[in-house]
């Protein structure tokens, strides 16, 4: 009877004491995240890493009390990494051993903030020459496309951009690559216009602020055409609400331009602008005779056909300094 009560004792004995090698290899790990004011900080993140491996073991997010959990963790040495957006990251060694450690207590605090303030030497931006007036309107080929033009007439509408107190009775001064002149310029051949480029200049009789200079496009060294039409009629127009009836009207613009290189060498090279805008404009004009012994006469005169026609060609050579011909 000894004998078989000591055999009972002894496997108890085991059973106890394998059981709790096997709970004490596996503990739980907790904390709870916290500023410096002593609340809680919920949403950070908390990662379990162990020093022997470069992956993180496990992650997670702290709950609305600022709790963090990690079960099951096996003893050994651990970093845990807490993280949080406007806050400095908080890293702890942590070694786990047959015990489950203490709840940890994890302090974060606010994050530096940093403002940088460049500053810059100006100088550079004060500049006597008239190419680097700030005042100046310049327009290049992208805003001349995007801009609103009534009957394709691009100087018309930049006219509306001039001083008026500069440009007197007689309207602004108009200037085609350096050159004054009253004809009208066609779009197609616009490169890019500036208003005010140079103030004071002593060339010019007006100052830059009632002058419109153009500089139109130059020849390039392939082969590049382009053909445009525009066209106008009364039956697409909206009728005047102060009129009775819509006018009879109509327009046809054509253009196009064609430029490439000149010889074998590719060192000069043409550019050639065409533009034609008869106008069927079929508007009456209006005699109103006013006779001392009589009322009003009107009478109503046929309508005039008008055309215009304008040619452009230039001459660009790259063999020396820049040097344009122009008819």
């Not at 020093?51 to 992650?59: E, F, G, V, W």
């Not at 103030?199 to 010019?204: G, I």
């Amino acid at each position: 009877m000894t004998h078989v009560l000591f055999c009972i004792g002894l496997i108890l004995t085991l059973t106890i004491t394998l059981t709790g090698q096997t709970s004490s290899g596996v503990v739980e790990v907790s904390g709870v995240v916290l500023n410096t004011s002593e609340e809680v900080i919920p949403g950070a993140s908390v990662t379990l890493r162990r020093n022997d491996l470069s992956k993180p073991l496990t992650a997670a997010t702290s709950d609305a009390r600022g709790s963090f959990r990690f079960s099951r963790v096996a003893s050994g040495s651990y970093e845990i990494e807490i993280q949080k957006n406007a806050f400095k990251p908080a890293v702890i060694q942590l070694t786990i051993g047959a015990r489950a450690p203490a709840p940890l207590r994890v302090v974060l605090s606010v994050a530096d903030l940093r403002e940088e303030v460049a500053v810059e030497d100006r100088s550079g931006h004060v500049n006597t020459d008239p190419s680097e007036n700030l005042d100046v309107v310049k327009l290049d080929r992208d805003a001349l496309n995007n801009l609103p033009v009534l009957g394709n007439d691009v100087i018309g509408a930049l006219a509306n951009l001039v001083d008026a107190s500069s440009t007197g009775s007689g309207g602004a001064t108009v200037l085609v690559d350096g050159l004054e002149t009253t004809s009208k310029v066609p779009a197609n051949m616009i490169q890019e216009v500036r208003i005010n480029q140079n103030p004071y200049s002593a060339e010019f009789a007006r100052p830059g602020r009632g002058r419109i200079e153009v500089i139109t496009k130059a020849g390039i060294t392939e082969y590049h055409g382009e053909f445009g039409f525009i066209f106008r009629d009364a039956h697409l127009d909206a009728r005047n609400a102060f009129a009775l009836e819509r006018p009879p009207e109509q327009r046809r613009i054509y253009e196009g331009t064609l430029t490439g290189p000149l010889g074998a060498g590719k060192k000069s090279s043409f550019f050639f602008s065409g533009n034609r805008s008869p106008s069927g404009s079929k508007s009456r004009r209006i005699r109103v005779a006013t006779p001392a012994s009589a009322g009003l006469i009107c009478r109503k005169w046929p309508p005039i056909p008008e055309a215009a026609s304008t040619i452009f060609f230039s001459v660009c050579d790259r063999s020396s300094p820049p040097n344009w011909s122009t008819n």
